[in-house]
C-alpha cells in the first residue's frame, strides 16, 4: 500500500507519527523526543505555559539549546508537540449506551486537561494532528457508532461535547481556582445588594443558592452542566433517530 506523501506533512504532525529520521544518522544522540516532550510537561506543571522555552527544557535535560533542535526545529513544534502529549492514555468507555459513554468521555477529558491545565493556554491554531486526540477522537466515535446519524453528526457531536469541556475547565482555572478561596462572596454580596432594587438575587442569598460549603463546586458545576448539555443530546438524537 502507497505511503503517505511525507513532503506534504509538517515538521511536528512528521514526529508525531512517527515519521521523521531527521538526526538518525551520525554519533549516537544522547536524548529522545520523549525525554524531551516529558520533560517539557513537568516544566510546564511546574510553572505554566509561559515558563516553557527551548532553553529552559534544555537546561532541565543538562543540554545545550542547540542539541534539543535535532530533535524539535522550533518551539513552536515543541507546542504542537505537547498539545496532543497531554492526552497519552486513552479513556476506556463503559459500553452500555451512547450517553453514558460520552459522560465518561468528557469525565476523562475533564480530568486529563484539569491534570496539565497549562495546555489551556496553547495557541489553537489547527485541528488536533496526534495520534492521541486521535485515538481519543476514535474512542468517541466509537460510542456513537450505533446510532443511526450521519457520521457527520456524529462527529459534529463530538466535537461539541470537547468545546464543552475546555471551556468549563477553562472557566474553572481562571475564575474558581484562583486565590481567592477564603473570601465569603454571599457575605460580600448580602452587604452591598439593595433587596429593593436586587429583589430576586438577594432572596437567592437568603435561601443559601450561592452557598458551596457543602460540595465540591468544581465537579458539581461541570456534572450539572454536562447533563443539561447530554439531555439536549438525547432530544436531538431522539428527534434525528425517531427514538
Request: a negative charge.
Amino acid at each position: 500500500m502507497k505511503g503517505p506523501d511525507e513532503r506534504v506533512l509538517p515538521k511536528a504532525v512528521k514526529l508525531l507519527w512517527d515519521l521523521d529520521d531527521t538526526g538518525s544518522r551520525g554519533p549516537k544522540r544522547g536524548l529522545s523526543l520523549d525525554q524531551i516532550l516529558d520533560t517539557a510537561v513537568r516544566v510546564a506543571d511546574a510553572e505554566g505555559y509561559a515558563a516553557l522555552s527551548m532553553a529552559r527544557v534544555a537546561k532541565e535535560l543538562g543540554f545545550t539549546t542547540m542539541s534539543l533542535y535535532r530533535y524539535v526545529d522550533s518551539k513552536d513544534t515543541l507546542v504542537e508537540l505537547l498539545h496532543d502529549r497531554i492526552f497519552d492514555v486513552t479513556p476506556d468507555l463503559p459500553a452500555d449506551g451512547w450517553r453514558a459513554g460520552l459522560e465518561a468521555w468528557a469525565w476523562a477529558e475533564f480530568h486529563a486537561i484539569r491534570a496539565h491545565d497549562w495546555w489551556l493556554d496553547i495557541p489553537m491554531t489547527s485541528p488536533p494532528l496526534g495520534p492521541n486526540n486521535m485515538a481519543w477522537l476514535e474512542a468517541g466515535m466509537r460510542v456513537l457508532s450505533g446510532l443511526d446519524l450521519a457520521e457527520p453528526l456524529k462527529l459534529q457531536l463530538l466535537v461539541n461535547l470537547s468545546i464543552y469541556v475546555i471551556g468549563r475547565t477553562r472557566f474553572l482555572r481562571d475564575t474558581i481556582q484562583q486565590d481567592n478561596q477564603d473570601q465569603d462572596f454571599t457575605a460580600i454580596l448580602t452587604a452591598v445588594l439593595d433587596p429593593g432594587r436586587f429583589p430576586i438575587i438577594s432572596a437567592a442569598l437568603g435561601n443559601r443558592a450561592f452557598d458551596t460549603d457543602d460540595m465540591h463546586w468544581e465537579e458539581a458545576d461541570f456534572s450539572f452542566a454536562l447533563d443539561r448539555l447530554l439531555d439536549g443530546y438525547q432530544v436531538f438524537i431522539d428527534s434525528h433517530t425517531g427514538a
